[in-house]
């Protein structure tokens, strides 16, 4: 089993930064992608930004040039730092690993930007 831990997220103004992070335990291999979701009222849960234990990364094209994912292979966490915050990026944030065709999800941290 798989176990998601985040923490971070809260209240920000918007032009503000957050940083969400997400320690994973349990047994974690190398074929994992680690990642960011977000979700808001009505509306699928949507990917944010993933990332490979080689480093290689996706974005969804709202937050390019915004957010950076990273990961710490040894420690088994993830982060995704958020600059430039615009209300649109109100929602929930889901912290995902999925390996072997199986997906594990954290139990999700509100970002909230106020206009």
């Known amino acids: 089993q798989v176990q998601l831990v985040e923490s971070g997220g809260g209240l920000v103004q918007a032009g503000g930064s957050l940083r969400l992070s997400c320690a994973a335990s349990?047994?974690?291999?190398?074929?994992?992608?680690m990642g960011w979701y977000r979700q808001v009222p009505g509306k699928e849960r949507e990917l944010v930004a993933r990332?490979?234990?080689?480093?290689?990364?996706n974005y969804v094209d709202s937050v390019k040039g915004r957010f950076i994912i990273s990961r710490d292979n040894f420690k088994n966490t993830v982060a995704l730092q958020m600059n430039s915050l615009k209300t649109e990026d109100t929602g929930v944030y889901y912290c995902?690993?999925?390996?072997?065709?199986?997906?594990?999800w954290g139990q999700g941290t509100q970002v909230t930007v106020s206009s």
């Open positions: 349990g047994s974690i291999f190398s074929t994992s992608v």
């Open positions: 990332i490979t234990s080689g480093g290689g990364t």
């Open positions: 995902s690993l999925q390996q072997f065709g199986r997906p594990y």
